[in-house]
């Protein structure tokens, strides 16, 4: 960054996420530094600045900083690219912004979420709008058991779901949404998208304060693993203390989804 209108020597300072710094230099390949890696400084006509700040090893996640040159001021923003190849640490924001949540129980099979709840969006710092209350099935009360009970294979059970879906006269017009939602949201450049099984939700809420943006306030996701008895058909997990209960399918709960 070069500045060439200056007409005197000009104060500046930068500020901002992941402790940025500063330094001027003489020519833009800094052969010779003027002042060296600082906060504050001043510049002269002609002079170059370079900035650098640190961000997380991660990936994903803006950091933001703003340089700021007499009565002026520009901000600049650095996104790292998370690694995901090999072994990510849970909570790694991957390169195509979905977020690594561990070794899945049907095979220790990597597994991934959405940055966010199902209705909001990453606005690349925060997941914004409101989060979606989905129903199990499709609010009816007269339950229509799918079969599916597989506690570690969320991918299996929404998928069968789905199948049964597709089919009105087996799932008996009772479209099941909260694992439609997963299975037909195209995300981050995916569509494999799935409601997690209990036992992989259970991985997920283990590792949830480095994942980020659930609700804890109590409120339960939706599993798609069924429970054919006493009308509870189906799963779901507390995130403010990991309880795991079985529910009625048209209540509303949210929904995190799930890739592998």
């Known amino acids: 960054m070069k500045f060439v209108a200056l007409r005197q020597t000009t104060w500046m300072a930068v500020s901002g996420e992941g402790g940025p710094e500063l330094r001027t230099c003489s020519d833009a390949t800094c052969s010779t530094v003027l002042i060296d890696w600082a906060t504050t400084g001043t510049i002269d006509n002609n002079d170059y600045i370079q900035l650098r700040l640190t961000t997380s090893a991660a990936g994903g996640d803006i950091y933001s900083a703003t340089l700021s040159v007499g009565t002026g001021a520009d901000v600049w923003n650095a996104t790292p690219t998370g690694d995901c190849t090999g072994s990510p640490a849970a909570g790694t924001v991957c390169a195509d912004g979905t977020v690594y949540a561990g070794l899945s129980p049907d095979g220790n099979v990597k597994m991934y979420v959405t940055r966010c709840d199902a209705g909001m969006t990453w606005d690349g710092l925060n997941c914004t709008g409101a989060r979606s209350l989905l129903s199990w099935n499709d609010g009816n009360t007269n339950y229509v058991d799918t079969g599916f009970l597989s506690e570690i294979t969320g991918k299996t059970n929404t998928t069968n779901i789905a ?58 996701y939706w599993t798609s693993t069924e429970r054919t008895w006493n009308d509870t058909p189906a799963w779901s997990q507390d995130f403010s203390d990991g309880t795991q209960n079985f529910e009625t399918a048209n209540i509303t709960n949210t929904v995190r989804c799930a890739r592998r």
């Not at 597709?166 to 008996?172: E, I, K, P, Y």
């Not at 569509?191 to 306030?217: C, H, M, R």
């Open 163 to 220: 199948t049964l879906d597709s089919n009105a006269v087996l799932a008996g017009n009772q479209p099941h949404i909260a694992v439609e939602h997963c299975n037909d949201l195209n995300q981050n450049g995916q569509t494999d998208w799935y409601l997690p099984a209990l036992q992989e939700l259970n991985l997920i809420y283990s590792n949830k304060d480095v994942i980020g943006n659930f609700d804890t306030s109590g409120q339960h």
